[in-house]
């Protein structure tokens, strides 16, 4: 398993931009597919984005599509969350989660999937 913590968030107002990182320890990361989700208040947690272990492949909730995008870097153990014209019902904790897998072009969307997860960073949009 590996150890995710999240970073970036904050306060925003509608229409900026924020970039959150997740980094992650250990030697494997590049073996690792990825995911961010985020739950407002509420008991659900949404999907967000994900990405496979190569960077291939990325796949989006169509609730961020063509706002958001994720990205990786395997030399520094990091995927990144860049998000553009942020809306109030952005407003989240997000997190990052990490899957183990062999196939370099997989990328995974369900909770169950994942089996790492960090502990959050709030992003609040304001109006």
């Known amino acids: 398993q590996v150890q995710l913590v999240e970073s970036g968030g904050g306060l925003v107002q509608a229409g900026g931009s924020l970039r959150l990182s997740c980094a992650a320890s250990?030697?494997?990361?590049?073996?690792?597919?990825m995911g961010w989700f985020r739950q407002a208040p509420g008991p659900e947690r949404e999907f967000v984005a994900a990405?496979?272990?190569?960077?291939?492949?990325?796949y989006y909730a169509d609730s961020v599509k063509g706002r958001f995008t994720i990205s990786r870097d395997n030399a520094k153990n990091t995927v990144y969350l860049q998000m553009n014209s942020l809306k109030p019902e952005d407003t989240a904790v997000y997190y990052c989660?990490?899957?183990?897998?062999?196939?370099?072009?997989?990328?995974?969307?369900?909770?169950?999937?994942?089996?790492?997860w960090g502990q959050g960073t709030q992003v609040t949009v304001s109006s």
């Open positions: 989660a990490a899957r183990r897998t062999s196939n370099g072009g997989n990328y995974y969307y369900t909770e169950a999937d994942f089996g790492s």
């Open positions: 990405i496979s272990w190569s960077g291939s492949s990325t």
């Open positions: 250990g030697r494997t990361f590049s073996r690792y597919a």
